[in-house]
């Protein structure tokens, strides 16, 4: 079998890239501008088809607001690397970092470990807690079912 699916955590400020800008774009672009070395290796180790978390930093907009999925591997232009994404969908619920930070099941979150790094690995213990809080994202496959396995206790 295959590598298992990988998850991540994408940061950008809404000013230079926003999700409006990565959905209208044919919701493909390159992933590019990381300069940090441990923010590069991150890059550099995703895989075609993981799942990103699209995350807005800046002092008035951090939260989770969509998610994207990795449809070209590490590859250089003019000696940058990058990757390239594809928009999925939005959150049906943005998810704010105070929200996130609050919540006991995602204490192991690496993004309050090093919050300045812009590509960030994520367990898929937090994904899936993620996802649960914010009710999941389009395309995700679950528009249809609502929320009938949701188990509020």
């Known amino acids: 079998m295959g590598k298992e699916k990988q998850f ?14 990565q959905a209208s774009n044919g919701g493909i672009s390159k992933w590019d501008g990381v300069k940090n070395k441990q923010a590069q290796k991150n ?3 995703m895989k075609l088809n993981d799942l990103c978390f699209f995350y807005h ?3 008035n907009a951090r939260r989770v607001v969509g998610a994207v999925t990795v449809v070209r591997e590490w590859y250089e232009v003019g ?13 049906r619920r943005p998810l704010d970092l105070k929200e996130l930070k609050g919540d006991e099941g995602l204490k192991a979150f690496q993004l309050f470990r090093q919050p ?3 590509v960030v690995p ?6 899936e807690r ?24």
């Open 130 to 153: 993620v996802c649960e809080l914010g009710g999941g994202f389009e395309g995700d496959g679950k528009e249809d079912g609502g929320d009938d396995d949701d188990d509020d206790g």
């Open 8 to 21: 991540w955590l994408l940061k950008t400020e809404p000013g230079e890239w926003s999700w409006d800008d």
């Open 79 to 91: 000696g940058e690397g990058v990757v390239d994404v594809k928009a999925v969908g939005e959150m």
């Open 116 to 118: 300045r790094l812009s």
């Open 57 to 59: 930093s800046g002092a």
């Open 43 to 45: 890059l550099k180790a």
């Open 122 to 127: 994520v367990s898929k213990e937090v994904w």
